[in-house]
């Protein structure tokens, strides 16, 4: 059964601080990585996905994919407030049809 | 777009009670996913429609629970017989159905189900 690790499983940081977010895969077969957000209230939603080994940089927010070591980390520089969330990873995995595996989440407080 | 819509947002069941779950996926959106999400679970997989056929229902409860998706504007998870272990926030999400894993979801605000 398709696995993905998510650390730590909580994270405090002060605003304007930096924030990293771990995920491990535990299938080779995967496609895609993604970080999903999810505010209370809310539903999750998406905020980048990433294929390429490297970093993908949007705004505030960086991944960084190893594809060897099958793990994606997310950095948030310059928290904020706002930023304070239930951060999941997933990934999809080639089974035949492909499922898409989400982590148990990093729950993220930004201290003002 | 007002994304996907899902009612009623809150629902209160009694024990042994029927409970039918609503979503409207984002017009264009050919795929449909379901997961219940739980505090001690987390965010779980139940089911998935692509063009209103089923593809994937691995992670649906074998009694009880049922998913349809009769037209490509709504899709329904249905609890027969609700037992207080169902309480959850019921999650639907839908996708362009890219192919290839490489479909990003838009999920909508969740359902809570409280099951009394």
């Known amino acids: 059964q398709q696995k993905v690790q998510q650390s730590p499983e909580s994270l405090s940081v002060p605003e304007g601080g930096m924030a990293s977010l771990n995920c491990t895969s535990s299938d080779r077969n995967f496609q895609y990585f993604w970080w999903y957000r999810q505010h209370s209230g809310e539903g999750p939603k998406a905020l980048m996905?990433?294929?390429?080994?490297g970093d993908k940089k949007e705004g505030r927010f960086t991944a960084h994919l190893n594809k060897a070591s099958l793990h994606v980390s997310l950095h948030i520089r310059d928290s904020q407030p706002s930023d304070s969330a239930l951060y999941f990873c997933?990934?999809?995995?080639?089974?035949?049809?492909?499922?898409?595996?989400f982590g148990a989440g990093t729950r993220l407080k930004v201290i003002a | 777009n007002a994304g996907v819509i899902q009612t009623p947002r809150h629902k209160v069941t009694g024990k042994g009670q029927e409970a039918t779950l609503w979503c409207e996926p984002i017009s264009g959106h050919s795929a449909v996913f379901w997961y219940r999400q739980t505090i001690v679970q987390g965010l779980e997989f139940l089911t998935y429609?692509?063009?209103?056929?089923?593809?994937?229902d691995s992670g649906m409860p074998k009694e009880r629970f049922s998913a349809q998706m009769p037209n490509q504007s709504h899709s329904t998870l249905k609890i027969q017989s609700t037992q207080p272990q169902d309480s959850a926030v019921y999650l639907c999400a839908s996708s362009l159905d890219l192919g290839l894993g490489r479909d990003t979801q838009y999920f909508g605000p969740g359902t809570r189900l409280l099951v009394l």
């Open positions: 429609f692509r063009n209103q056929a089923p593809i994937d």
């Open positions: 997933a990934v999809s995995v080639n089974t035949g049809n492909y499922k898409y595996v």
């Open positions: 996905s990433i294929f390429s080994d």
